[in-house]
């Protein structure tokens, strides 16, 4: 029996032991550290994957009253909870998969194994309305959302700019059919337009104020290291050649050609901004810091595309 199964007598246990809530959320949490699971997919620590994991299960918010946590659950509820619990554990399957939801920017999404799970720091960019780098997001009339996945930055992007139209690009039909599940669920269909596109090849002539690219960016070294989690998910939005900047050196060439005068550009590339330098040498990206966590989010203005890639 592998290591990281749960047994006969464990599930026994559970069932027969476990009545509360915050029963099952304490033994969840501490079967998950005695399994070693990795937490990387909107939590980082067992506690919080426990709850993500049970009270969407049982139907009930994650921030439901402490008051609720004892109450007690029916049989088929703890019988559905152990089946999760035992999938996260033994396959190492992303919570976000098995509930279907992730959160991003303070909304729900739906999710399968057709997109990535959201955890971008585009997030704190959003709530910020790109400022101070963006000086009038009033002005923002057209934005596009280059690799969409989800659709959870395109339709957060659409709450934060109501005026705005968002172009949701991705060069995946399936991730394309799950933006379109999240644009319908938020009633979005007349100002969030899922577009298939490999890059800008499907936007022809199309211009925009504002870019929002989370492409592919793992590097080849990084994909072979990734926790099994990782591997749940389409390796199409992760895997982005031996640098892990394929696709962000097609962005980078084309995005000008793309953007209103005075237009941004703001690009996640993770941990592959440590091979940035050595493949734009003194490209004027503004690198940004993030209050609550995050790395590799870098900005540049249209102007400053076409000086540096022109030259």
């Known amino acids: 029996m592998s290591e990281f199964q749960l047994t006969e007598a464990q599930e026994k246990e559970a069932l027969n032991e476990l009545h509360t809530i915050q029963d099952w959320l304490r033994w969840t949490a501490s079967q998950f550290v005695a399994h070693?699971?990795?937490?990387?997919?909107g939590t980082d620590n067992a506690w919080d994957e426990a709850v993500s994991l049970i009270l969407p299960t049982l139907n009930l918010p994650v921030d439901t009253p402490k008051e609720l946590m004892s109450a007690r659950i029916t049989t088929s509820e703890k019988s559905r909870v152990f089946s999760y619990v035992r999938e996260r554990i033994e396959n190492r399957t992303p919570v976000a998969y098995l509930t279907n939801q992730a959160w991003?920017?303070?909304?729900?999404?739906?999710?399968?194994?057709r997109v990535l799970v959201p955890r971008s720091p585009f997030a704190e960019l959003?709530?910020?309305?790109?400022?101070?780098?963006?000086?009038?997001?009033?002005?923002?009339?057209?934005i596009l959302d280059m690799c969409t996945g989800s659709?959870?930055?395109?339709?957060?992007?659409?709450?934060?700019?109501?005026?705005?139209?968002?172009?949701?690009?991705?060069?995946?039909?399936?991730?394309?059919?799950?933006?379109?599940?999240?644009?319908?669920?938020?009633?979005?269909?007349?100002?969030?337009?899922?577009?298939?596109?490999?890059?800008f090849s499907g936007l022809p002539g199309q211009k925009?104020?504002?870019?929002?690219?989370?492409?592919?960016?793992?590097?080849?070294?990084?994909?072979?290291?990734?926790?099994?989690?990782?591997?749940?998910?389409?390796?199409?939005?992760?895997a982005s050649g031996a640098d892990g900047l394929?696709?962000?050196?097609?962005?980078?060439?084309?995005?000008?050609?793309?953007?209103?005068?005075?237009?941004?550009l703001f690009v996640e590339v993770g941990n592959s901004m440590i091979h940035m330098?050595?493949?734009?040498?003194?490209?004027?990206?503004?690198?940004?810091?993030?209050e609550r966590g995050g790395l590799g989010v870098f900005v540049i203005s249209k102007e400053d595309l076409m000086s540096y890639f022109n030259d």
């Open 151 to 199: 659709a959870c930055i395109a339709i957060a992007l659409a709450h934060a700019f109501p005026e705005a139209q968002v172009d949701a690009v991705d060069i995946s039909y399936d991730a394309l059919a799950v933006a379109e599940t999240n644009i319908n669920d938020y009633l979005m269909l007349d100002r969030v337009f899922a577009i298939q596109s490999d890059v």
């Open 277 to 290: 330098e050595d493949e734009f040498p003194g490209a004027p990206f503004t690198w940004i810091e993030f």
């Open 208 to 238: 925009y104020d504002l870019i929002v690219a989370n492409p592919p960016y793992v590097d080849e070294e990084d994909i072979h290291d990734m926790p099994e989690e990782f591997h749940h998910e389409p390796m199409l939005g992760l």
């Open 36 to 41: 070693g699971l990795f937490f990387g997919h």
């Open 246 to 264: 394929d696709v962000t050196r097609k962005i980078l060439q084309e995005a000008a050609l793309h953007l209103n005068d005075g237009g941004l």
């Open 104 to 113: 991003f920017a303070g909304l729900p999404f739906y999710v399968d194994e």
């Open 126 to 142: 959003i709530n910020k309305k790109f400022r101070p780098w963006l000086e009038e997001p009033a002005s923002v009339r057209r």
